[in-house]
């Protein structure tokens, strides 16, 4: 008995050794990877308050030889166009989130339920647009000659609140998890499809919709794209159209230096903290993004897993 007891402690030990190992290992890897993803965001931040004679002397550096608030400083001399800008980025991602969870959590809700009549033709459709698009040039057009959505802030969100793929993932979330019986329990108390749908389906979805609010959420923030093709207004720029046009501006000047009409020009193109305004724009920009990942974090776990059965 008790050397069977030995052998059974022992064996115990032996596992709990490799566990132990696994666990060792696999912190290390972690560790490992969260500096390698983490060191490029670090390098940013310190390019941005390096001096443009430190970056001059010896390129980007963890550990610049001087500091400086240069480019920061020229970022605020462009403050009212900045602000302009950030409040327009703001406003896009956060109605454009905003109605594109109440868009694609109702689209998904119509063709999860199976007493809809054309159940069947909207998700094709759906599916359908998830394969073949109009292209670049026949939604230009549609855009702006049919729905007049040139040079409007509206066109930043409205073509994409709502994605044929989020709907389709949203409903397969609502299969599994919503059972028929309870949408009939609603009905048979006196809830009509609004109240089914903002008191019982929106609570229960809530990891599936925060998942999709922060995608939609990084998505809006991030696009420049859009605002460079339909925006004219400098008022109505977001941030990443105003960071787009300055890197131009900035690579302009530096190039042509040379070509500048005065002594005090060329000096002035050439001691321009071109890499630091650079990278201080970004921080700007990816900041306020950054903060979001913590307050959807606890969703977001338990709503990426949502699209790994899909039927």
Same mark, same amino acid.
């Given at each position: 008995?008790?050397?069977?007891?030995?052998?059974?402690?022992?064996?115990?030990?032996?596992?709990?050794?490799? /566990?132990? !190992?696994?666990? #060792? %290992?696999?912190?290390?890897?972690?560790?490992?990877?969260?500096? *390698?993803?983490?060191?490029? /965001?670090? !390098?940013?931040? #310190? %390019?941005?308050?390096?001096?443009?004679?430190?970056?001059?002397? *010896?390129?980007?550096?963890? /550990?610049?030889?001087?500091?400086?608030?240069?480019?920061?400083?020229?970022?605020l001399g462009s403050s009212e166009q900045l602000l302009s800008s950030l409040g327009v980025s703001v406003f896009v991602t956060v109605v454009g989130t905003v109605l594109t969870v109440v868009v694609t959590g109702m689209i998904a809700y119509v063709i999860y339920r199976k007493d809809f009549k054309y159940r069947k033709q909207l998700t094709f459709y759906l599916f359908f647009t998830m394969l073949f698009s109009g292209g670049m040039v026949p939604s230009y057009i549609v855009n702006t000659n049919l729905l007049h959505l040139g040079d409007n802030i509206l066109i930043l969100f409205l073509p994409t609140l709502c994605s044929a793929w989020n709907a389709i993932i949203l409903r397969t979330f609502y299969t599994q998890t919503i059972p028929d019986s309870l949408i009939e329990a609603a009905k048979i108390d006196g809830a009509d499809e609004w109240v089914i749908f903002f008191r019982i389906v929106i609570p229960i979805a809530r990891p599936a919709l925060a998942t999709i609010a922060l995608f939609s959420m990084v998505g809006l923030w991030n696009d420049w794209f859009t605002g460079l093709l339909y925006i004219n207004t400098p008022s109505k720029e977001p941030l990443q159209v105003l960071l787009q046009k300055l890197q131009s501006t900035l690579d302009y000047l530096t190039t042509n230096a040379s070509f500048a009409s005065s002594a005090d020009g060329i000096r002035m193109a050439l001691n321009m903290p071109t890499d630091s305004v650079r990278m201080a724009l970004t921080v700007?920009?990816?900041?306020?993004?950054?903060?979001?990942?913590?307050?959807?974090?606890?969703?977001f776990v338990r709503g990426i897993t949502i699209g790994s059965v899909k039927g």
């Open positions: 008995m008790d050397r069977n007891s030995d052998e059974f402690g022992t064996k115990v030990a032996r596992v709990g050794q490799k /566990v132990l !190992l696994h666990d #060792i %290992i696999l912190n290390a890897i972690m560790v490992i990877l969260s500096i *390698i993803f983490l060191a490029p /965001v670090a !390098l940013v931040y #310190i %390019i941005s308050f390096s001096s443009a004679e430190s970056i001059r002397e *010896i390129g980007y550096s963890f /550990v610049p030889k001087s500091w400086s608030l240069d480019g920061y400083i020229y970022l700007l920009i990816m900041t306020p993004i950054l903060f979001a990942y913590p307050f959807f974090q606890k969703y």
